[in-house]
Nanobody, 118 residues
Framework: QVQLVESGGGLVQPGGSLRLSCTAS????????MSWYRQAPGKQRELVAE????GTTNYADSRFTISRDNAKNTVYLGMSSLKPEDTAVYYC???????????????WGQGTQVTVSS
């Protein structure tokens, strides 16, 4: 069973920056997609950023940057110009396609709290 462990969350002032880390128990190169999601109180979980195995990235917001270090089996989420509305639990997600029909296995981390407040 793959484990994803997030770290780096905490309290930051508006306008500040933060970098989250997600370290996998296995090789991140085995995943087709790795993503960051977030969930604020009373809201649905939403995609923040993703990076595909070929290196393609997608972002919900240009203030965020996703990157990876294959040697460390770690994916990062850089966040800048943070706003109070960025307050949420941030989750790491990994997806591995297992056959040509598109069946897949996916994994979630336990989440890390980010609070943006003065």
């Amino acid at each position: 069973q793959v484990q994803l462990v997030e770290s780096g969350g905490g309290l930051v002032q508006p306008g500040g920056s933060l970098r989250l880390s997600c370290t996998a128990s296995g090789r991140i190169t085995s995943f087709d997609v790795m993503s960051w999601y977030r969930q604020a109180p009373g809201k649905q979980r939403e995609l923040v950023a993703e990076i595909r195995s070929g290196g393609t990235t997608n972002y919900a917001d240009s203030r965020f940057t996703i990157s990876r270090d294959n040697a460390k089996n770690t994916v990062y989420l850089g966040m800048s110009s943070l706003k109070p509305e960025d307050t949420a639990v941030y989750y790491c997600y990994a997806k591995r396609v297992v056959n040509v029909e598109g069946a897949y296995r996916d994994f979630w981390g336990q989440g890390t709290q980010v609070t943006v407040s003065s």
